[in-house]
C-alpha cells in the first residue's frame, strides 16, 4: 500500500531557491558564451524637434516634413550596430554579404530581426526590440545633449559615419568613426538600420512616445549606409522598406 509523503515547506522552500539560482547560473553561463548582454546606452527622456530642422537644409526632402515636437520616456539603445559575432552566436548562422565577426550584420530583413529578437530574449530573459523612429532620430541627435549636428555627432560626416565617398563599397567595423553626444556609434552610415514603425507621412501636431502607424506596407530605415551619398545620412533623413527585404546595407541596433 502506497502512502503520500508531504515534503516539509522549508525543504521545498529550498529546493526553489536552488531551482532559481540555477536559473539564474545558466543566464549568466549563456551570457558570457553568446557575448552577451549588448552593451547599450541610456537615453535620458525628453522633447526635441523631429524632422527637417534648419540644419538640415539644403539636403532635405519633403518627407521629412513637418517638423513636429516629440517627447519620449527614458529609454536603452545600442552603443553599436549588432555585429555578425552576435548575430552568429544567437542565430547560428552569418547572412552578411561583407564578412567579418566585427562587421555589423547586414542582408537581414525586418521580418529576420524579429526572429533573432525571440531567441535573444528568451536566451537573456530581456525584453530587447527595435527603436521606434522617434526613439533612433532622438538618440542619433544626441538626446538631451545634442549639439544639432547635421549628422550624428557632426556637421562632418567623414568623422563620425562610412559612406559612398569613403566606405570602399564595403562596411566597416563598428566603433571605429567617432561617436556622437551620448557616445553612440555609426548612427550616420555603414549599414542601413530598422526601426520598429510602419512608415507613414507626419504630423504636424506634437506626439507623445509616437509608434508609427498601426497598419503599413513597408518598414522604417534610418540613417544611411556605406553605399549612399552623404545626404541619405543626415539625422532626419528618413527610407523603407517591405519587412522582406534583404540587402548588403540593411542591419539593425536594438533599443531596451
Request: proline content about 4%; charged content about 20%; some cysteine.
Amino acid at each position: 500500500m502506497k502512502t503520500n509523503k508531504r515534503i516539509p515547506f522549508f525543504i521545498l522552500s529550498l529546493l526553489i531557491v536552488q531551482v532559481l539560482s540555477a536559473q539564474e547560473q545558466r543566464v549568466k553561463a549563456l551570457e558570457a558564451t553568446h557575448n552577451l548582454p549588448i552593451e547599450m546606452i541610456h537615453v535620458e527622456g525628453g522633447t526635441f524637434t523631429m524632422g527637417a530642422t534648419s540644419e538640415q537644409s539644403g539636403d532635405s526632402y519633403d518627407w521629412e516634413l513637418p517638423v513636429h515636437q516629440v517627447t519620449l520616456s527614458s529609454y536603452s539603445i545600442g552603443k553599436y550596430e549588432v555585429t555578425q559575432l552576435q548575430w552568429k552566436q544567437v542565430m547560428g548562422n552569418n547572412p552578411s554579404h561583407f564578412k567579418g565577426d566585427n562587421l555589423p550584420v547586414e542582408n537581414v530583413s525586418w521580418d529576420d530581426v524579429q526572429e533573432f529578437i525571440s531567441k535573444l530574449n528568451a536566451l537573456t530573459g530581456k525584453r530587447y526590440r527595435l527603436p521606434t523612429e522617434a526613439e533612433w532620430e532622438y538618440a542619433a541627435r544626441g538626446g538631451n545633449k545634442s549639439q544639432g549636428y547635421k549628422y550624428s555627432g557632426s556637421h562632418s560626416i567623414s568623422n563620425v559615419g562610412w559612406y559612398t565617398d569613403n566606405s570602399n563599397n564595403t562596411t566597416h567595423a563598428v566603433g571605429t568613426k567617432s561617436p556622437n553626444e551620448l557616445g553612440i556609434y555609426d548612427m550616420s552610415g555603414n549599414v542601413w538600420e530598422w526601426c520598429a514603425d510602419w512608415y507613414g507621412a507626419y504630423s504636424i501636431n506634437a506626439q507623445t512616445n509616437p509608434k508609427g502607424p498601426a497598419t503599413g506596407g513597408r518598414r522604417v530605415l534610418r540613417g544611411g549606409s556605406w553605399s549612399y551619398i552623404a545626404g541619405y545620412c543626415r539625422v532626419s533623413y528618413r527610407d523603407y522598406f517591405t519587412p522582406a527585404d534583404r540587402d548588403s546595407y540593411l542591419g539593425f541596433r536594438l533599443a531596451l
